[in-house]
């Protein structure tokens, strides 16, 4: 399911008399600005349920999901180069894994859960994914470039509000990551072999991994992880 393709077309100022109060409505607003393409955004009033795989285009696109976005498969947003594009889901997100990636920017006003992984790529492009509540999931998987934050329902994000195991790379204000995504030496005593390439932890096989419901760690791995974290 194209999510792009859901809901009404709408305009920028009709939005703004909506939703003007929220706090990042000036981050939505950005998009209008951060590519040369004219945007034109699109409003899914109700929520979205659905068993499909939901994904996006290359964008770029505006898309406000009013109420949850909820889906048994899998939710992936990416774009095309430089179509600088933000999603924001007013409720909550439910889905077996979620893939960010290029020029997707995402926003969950409450919380995130999926029962597979995380995976955010790119972020030297824009990628960004941001959770007012609670994210949970049985990894996050990021390269060292790609941010995230969850605020539990407060101002700034807090470690407390990441019920996973993070890879991602270290120097990030917002999350301290359980394993460095670069200490690829380790990747092979790591990851089970389902989700390497030549060695190396490679995200589009993790996500297909997690959709048969594997996880990319070994197990004596995993559960030392979870066990230090209190998981």
Known sequence: MRLDEQGREVSFEELSERYRGHELWAWFLETRTLVDTEVRPRLIEGGLDTSEDVETGDGPWALIVEGDLVTTGDVL?????????????TG???ARSLKYATS???VVDRDLTASGVIVGTWGTDGAVLGVGGTLTARAVLLDS??????NAGGPRSVPEAFRTLIVGGRGWQEFTPDLECDDIER?????????????????ARALAHARHGGSPFLPEVERALREKKGL
């Open 104 to 106: 997707a920017r995402v």
């Open 92 to 94: 909550h997100l439910r």
């Open 77 to 89: 947003l990416s774009t095309g180069d430089y179509a600088s594009s933000t999603l924001l889901v």
């Open 145 to 150: 470039h790609t941010p995230l934050w969850a």
């Open 187 to 203: 990747h092979e005593q790591t990851y089970v072999p389902e989700v390497l390439r030549a060695g190396v932890l490679d995200h």
